[in-house]
Nanobody
């Protein structure tokens, strides 16, 4: 499975962005796909994950603002980000996992990674 994240950019606080994670590989639909972000000078952190059937869970700091969805027919996962804050500034990554942990927050549990896309939120 190969993943490619896109859709990042510069947005003002309160604005919205939608990131996409396009995948190749016939087995993509069987993987859960997570989103991570890495703020400047900090470690990569878990944002949320979507199951193969479309159910998603999120870390508390983005719950209610971010929505993860997937279109298996298009081999694509989306991260809709609303009410963006300057603290959301980071490089965002998508990653696919075969792990059975309910909410795998450890990047080491992920099998495939996209290249990252920069999101910058200005105040």
């Amino acid at each position: 499975v190969q993943l490619q994240a896109s859709g990042g950019g510069l947005v003002q606080a309160g604005g919205s962005l939608r990131l996409s994670c396009a995948a190749s590989g016939r087995t993509f639909s069987s993987y859960r796909v997570g989103w991570f972000r890495q703020p400047p000078g900090k470690e990569r952190e878990f944002v949320g994950i979507v199951s193969s059937s479309g159910g998603a869970t999120y870390v508390g700091s983005v719950k209610g603002r971010f929505t993860i969805s997937r279109d298996n027919a298009k081999n694509t996962v989306y991260l809709q980000m609303n009410s963006l804050k300057p603290d959301d500034t980071a490089v965002y990554y998508c990653a696919a996992t075969s792990s059975t942990y309910p909410q795998p927050r450890d990047p080491a549990l992920y099998d495939y990674w996209g290249q990252g896309t920069q999101v910058t939120v200005s105040s």
